[in-house]
């Protein structure tokens, strides 16, 4: 479900692609040129995670650096060819839920796969194809697509253990700030980062109150009092 837009002297035609990225435009008029670009605007969550803002982090503090320039683009989350807190902050929106999309990016970008891109200077990608040739379509179009946010490209995450369990006990009270549930882990664990979706039905979940894990307001969000999402990195 890419769109592609495929321009000309004097036309423009759109097309979106089918899940195996097939299109056809049929007819194309005579063009003295032929312009081909690609764009993505849904599924902006997809292979995103509080991971990928550990790696934005370590490259950021010099402690870790990217080492790939697809890497690079997918962590330039506001589109201004750096990395800074800004992205971190915008990325964690996502998770969290504040927003639903980024607003300075689309959730893919689509460069040419015949450019090579340079790790030193990994921002001037070529996101249009230009040919002459109606006929040569086919042959040059080579696209590739990097998934904005996935900055770890779908690494295996590493976990403290295979499994790890999170308990909880629910505490009834009698005043007026309601029940109070207690989450802990039965054995101490060391996290590089946390990120969890809680659903709770026929709640209304009012605040999140730190415990030994220390939780800023901006590391959590509580969606319509039954939603509860963490992104916090340690």
Do not use: C
Not at 69 to 86: E, G, Q, T, W, Y
Not at 116 to 138: G, H, K, R, T, Y
């Amino acid at each position: 479900d890419v769109l592609l837009t495929l321009e000309g002297s004097d036309f423009q035609q759109e097309y979106i692609t089918s899940d195996i990225g097939a299109f056809n435009f049929g007819e194309v008029p005579v063009s003295s040129i032929y312009t081909l670009s690609a764009s993505k605007t849904t599924d902006f969550l997809n292979g995103v995670s509080t991971l990928d803002l550990v790696y934005i982090r370590n490259h950021i503090l010099g402690q870790d650096l990217l080492d790939d320039p697809h890497m690079f683009i997918a962590a330039d989350i506001n589109r201004d060819n750096k990395l800074s807190a800004v992205d971190m902050i915008e990325l964690r929106k996502l998770i969290l839920g504040y927003n639903d999309e980024l607003p300075d990016n689309n959730s893919y970008r689509f460069y040419d796969q015949n450019q090579d891109i340079d790790v030193a200077n990994p921002w001037m990608i070529q996101e249009e194809l230009e040919f002459l040739d109606i006929d040569d379509f086919s042959s040059q179009l080579k696209i590739s697509g990097i998934k904005i946010g996935d900055v770890n490209i779908m690494e295996t995450e590493k976990r403290s253990r295979e499994n790890t369990v999170l308990n909880y006990k629910l505490r009834k009270t009698d005043s007026n700030e309601g029940n109070i549930f207690d989450f802990y882990f039965e054995e101490e664990e060391q996290f590089e980062a946390i990120q969890l979706n809680l659903f709770l039905r026929d709640a209304d979940l009012r605040e999140l109150r730190s415990g030994q894990l220390e939780f800023e307001n901006y590391n959590y969000n509580i969606i319509d009092g039954h939603e509860l999402r963490i992104s916090q990195d340690f």
